[in-house]
């Protein structure tokens, strides 16, 4: 019988925490399994180039053998781990199915949003070093042992298989006033809907969910991450973002697609400061994008839309493709939008809808068009 729980940790490095982890989820009355995730390097110091080489390679080597045991009982995974053992848990981690329950004890000594984007990861901080036994240690380790008897008793793991299909949507704040009420335009016609939030991580999901049949249709409301991806601003690697689910129904809407996400202010180069700008919080400064840009990303936007099978349209509001993009809003830009709209009418195959508003993206109207198209294309028989 396999193990309730799987246990990657460093046996060369980390023995002792791991036992000390593995000792009280015994206790709770789970049974434990130990995998090793050492390098193995004899007390060798690698070079760069080999360390890299190696972590990759113990990953790859694990992975099956932690897949199999998760289709064949396994209920949790357990890793523990500082900068080069998570990042080899995380890799491992990031091939199992994606809702799989997965705990991450962690230094933290990184950003993890970029591997755990795409993948349900949760995180276990230490605060302190995973370097000998103490106080602070040895309560988040029984943290993630009372984590992980609870996580034992949930009924369904890996996959979301047995769930309906849903509409997938994109969002963020800056287009939230329109996203909140079409999901309560769809939900009012029965459908349900998962947003993700477009940043630059969580389109790594939205794509992951939609190539893997999650969705029965999608509302891109946020494409954004276009200038992410190609003009500024951190994100993820996701290159299936604007055509997984290519198949599915699907309205797209030029929805932040207006400026570039960057950080803090005070962090954010001159050369993007001397346009209109606002602090969208603390950490976010939103740039509006400059006409050349703003050609691209509606060029982009196109081809995204002419390489799709599925039936699809395009509305564009030209009263505003944002919340500051209004009249007196911080990057309001009229310019901008005649520049998008002359662009997609030149580049969109005729297999796309094209609907132009002139409304603003959060005015009821837009809704109204979204749901209609929307329902058009998933019940084509429907005289509405």
Not at 5 to 25: D, G, I, Q, R
């Amino acid at each position: 019988m396999t193990a309730q729980v799987l246990v990657l940790a460093s046996l060369e490095t980390k023995a002792p925490e791991a036992n000390y982890l593995m000792s009280h989820l015994t206790a709770l009355g789970l049974t434990v399994e130990a995998v090793d995730i050492s390098l193995s390097t004899q007390g060798r110091v690698l070079s760069g180039v080999e360390k890299t080489a190696a972590m990759a390679a113990r990953a790859h080597s694990l992975t099956e053998c932690v897949a199999h045991a998760c289709a064949h009982g396994a209920e949790v995974v357990v890793g523990l781990g500082g900068g080069t053992g998570g990042q080899i848990i995380m890799d491992v981690m990031r091939a199992l199915p994606i809702t799989f329950p997965k705990l991450l004890v962690t230094t933290l000594p990184f950003d993890p949003r970029f591997a755990l984007a795409d993948n349900a990861i949760m995180l276990v901080p230490t605060l302190s070093d995973i370097c000998g036994l103490n106080s602070v240690l040895r309560d988040a380790l029984q943290n993630t042992a009372h984590m992980a008897k609870g996580l034992c008793g949930k009924p369904r793991k890996g996959e979301l298989k047995d769930v309906a299909p849903t509409v997938g949507i994109t969002a963020l704040g800056s287009t939230d006033g329109a996203v909140g009420p079409l999901v309560g335009a769809l939900h009012g016609q029965g459908h349900e809907t998962t947003v993700f939030h477009s940043n630059g991580f969580g389109g790594a999901a939205f794509a992951r969910f939609a190539g893997g049949g999650m969705f029965k249709a999608i509302v891109d409301m946020t494409p954004h991450e276009l200038t992410r991806i190609n003009l500024a601003g951190i994100h993820v690697d996701m290159p299936t973002r604007f055509t997984a689910g290519g198949d599915l129904p699907r309205v797209v809407l030029p929805g932040g697609l207006n400026f570039i996400g960057l950080g803090q202010k005070s962090l954010v180069q001159a050369k993007y400061l001397s346009r209109p700008h606002y602090e969208h919080s603390g950490l976010f400064t939103h740039v509006q994008l400059l006409d050349h840009e703003m050609e691209m990303m509606a060029w982009l936007l196109a081809q995204s839309l002419n390489a799709l099978t599925g039936p699809r349209a395009l509305v564009v509001p030209m009263g505003g493709f944002s919340h500051q993009d209004k009249p007196g809003g911080e990057i309001e830009g009229p310019g901008l939008r005649d520049v998008f709209l002359a662009t997609v009418k030149d580049q969109l195959s005729d297999a796309t809808q094209l609907h132009v508003l002139d409304a603003h993206l959060f005015d009821p109207a837009v809704t109204d068009t979204v749901t209609d198209a929307l329902t058009r294309f998933m019940d084509p028989k429907d005289p509405t």
